[in-house]
């Protein structure tokens, strides 16, 4: 697997792909892959996923969680990004993530919050506080889609296969060129410039919906979780696409909305405030 390519890549038959103010894909690879090879890269993640399993003691923290060791967890890609030098800033409410985003104006936000805990208010608010051509936007629905991907709307799920996606020859992201295959899960996404076609109409029958798209503003949508997922992280092209989204530059904002963005008065009831006295 060749090395990503440059600024150049960008022009796709005759018209430019929007460059934001971010690293050009050369610079990112420079980061990303400093050992020159994707293959090293995946080789890291199996080591640490093989110490993960060995040696860490009983899991902690949810979906994509830093410091998780589940499958579903995302130590392992948050590992490999230390590696590189990155520093990663783990936020579990919209003030956190804020507070960190004034702190590094550079620094990438990856969000995702597959329970919805974040309402309409502080998706908002992350809206105005952050930088579109640096927010990484996993499994995103349609109001966080409306709020933090300008141009890009929800397409149809995915039905879990073992036929991953495949770039395609019209790909015009250098990312999804390069990484070639996604896992076939997950959702689905139309509008700005998308890779990995997840529909199987004839062309021209049915508008494409794919598993990574690039807003007109540089946001990045990421169909899948597992991409980013111990479980999956060293799969298909998965290392390439979550280190070339996440290694724009010195830091990671990893957002991952809790209770504690939940309004008080629509919090959800505990139970045992139900049983009888």
Known sequence: MSRPAGPAEAEVQGSAVPS????SGSQVAARVWRAGRV??????LLLILGALALFCPAPTGGALHPESARPTGGMAIAEVLRGQGIRIHHADSA???LELAQEHPEATLLFHDPARLLPDQGLDRLAEGTDPARRVLVEPDL?????????????PGLTPSEEPLTAGTDCALPLARQAESMVRDGRLYRGGTG???????????VRPAHGVV????GTWV??????FANAGAADHGHPVV?????????DVIWYLPTLADVPVGEAPTNPSDLLPA
Do not use: H, K, Y
């Open 222 to 227: 990421i169909g899948s979780a597992q991409v």
């Open 39 to 44: 293959w090293l890269i995946v080789a890291a």
């Open 20 to 23: 934001p103010s971010v690293p």
């Open 242 to 250: 979550a280190l070339w989204t996440l290694g724009q530059g010195e």
């Open 143 to 155: 109001a966080q889609i409306r709020a933090l991907a300008t141009g890009i709307t929800t397409g």
């Open 214 to 217: 690039r807003s007109d503003d």
């Open 195 to 205: 890779c990995f076609n997840g529909i199987s109409a004839p062309a021209g029958e």
């Open 95 to 97: 003030d956190q993530a």
